[in-house]
């Protein structure tokens, strides 16, 4: 028996599911224990994390203030 380790292939597939904690507390913690162990697993969650961290940023830029008036007169002449 492997005493519940994960390897790298492993923990890759379950990555996403990690990271948007859908996971089983088993599963999480066999993983975070992976991640105490192994710098490349740990270094592409930090990278995840981060990636995900920016994409969500870039959605949250406001338009400008001129764009929402226009959108006003037009939906008021409606």
Same mark, same amino acid.
């Given at each position: 028996?492997?005493?519940?380790?994960?390897?790298?292939?492993?923990?890759?597939?379950?990555?996403?599911?990690? &990271?948007?904690?859908?996971?089983? %507390?088993?599963?999480?913690? $066999?993983?975070? /224990?992976? *991640?105490?162990?192994?710098?490349?697993?740990?270094?592409?969650?930090?990278?995840?994390?981060? &990636?995900?961290?920016?994409?969500? %940023?870039?959605?949250?830029? $406001?338009?400008? /203030?001129? *764009?929402?008036?226009?959108?006003?007169?037009?939906?008021?002449?409606?």
């Amino acid at each position: 028996m492997r005493e519940n380790r994960l390897s790298c292939e492993e923990l890759a597939e379950k990555l996403f599911a990690y &990271l948007d904690a859908d996971l089983d %507390e088993t599963t999480s913690a $066999q993983i975070q /224990r992976h *991640l105490e162990t192994c710098d490349a697993c740990r270094s592409r969650v930090e990278f995840e994390k981060r &990636l995900r961290t920016r994409v969500q %940023e870039s959605g949250t830029q $406001q338009a400008p /203030r001129q *764009l929402h008036r226009r959108i006003k007169k037009i939906l008021d002449r409606h």
